[in-house]
């Protein structure tokens, strides 16, 4: 059974910092296409960053290249997104997603080509 559990949401100042992590069961972490979106209370759900597992490829948003950083660690199928510099407009659901095969493409994020979703975790960046 395929499930994506994220952790490590909460609420941070203007230019602190979050990690949030992703755990995937079930799933051939090592050639998988893994991902962040957010959403944001009334904004379409946006990619943040992906990357694939079998070759540590990235992509990442323009609004967060250079404060993000999207990690994995194989042993514990589990990637992670280090936020660095948080701002305001960062504050929505973050969720994880992937997809069991390698990414087909890493020039843009979209919501369909990623078959399973984790249930979100929220960020809260005060000003």
């Known amino acids: 059974q395929v499930q994506l559990v994220e952790s490590g949401g909460g609420s941070v100042q203007a230019g602190g910092s979050l990690r949030l992590s992703c755990a995937a069961s079930?799933?051939?972490?090592?050639?998988?296409?893994m991902g962040w979106f957010r959403q944001a209370p009334g904004k379409e759900r946006e990619g943040v960053a992906a990357?694939?597992?079998?070759?540590?490829?990235?992509y990442y948003a323009d609004l967060v290249k250079g404060r993000f950083t999207v990690l994995q660690v194989n042993a514990k199928k589990t990637v992670y997104l280090q936020m660095n510099s948080l701002k305001p407009e960062d504050t929505a659901m973050y969720y994880c997603?992937?997809?069991?095969?390698?990414?087909?493409?890493?020039?843009?994020?979209?919501?369909?080509?990623?078959?399973?979703w984790g249930q979100g975790t929220q960020v809260t960046v005060s000003s």
């Open positions: 990357v694939n597992t079998g070759d540590g490829s990235t």
């Open positions: 997603a992937a997809e069991p095969f390698p990414c087909s493409q890493l020039a843009t994020m979209r919501t369909d080509d990623f078959t399973d």
């Open positions: 079930g799933y051939p972490f090592s050639s998988s296409c």
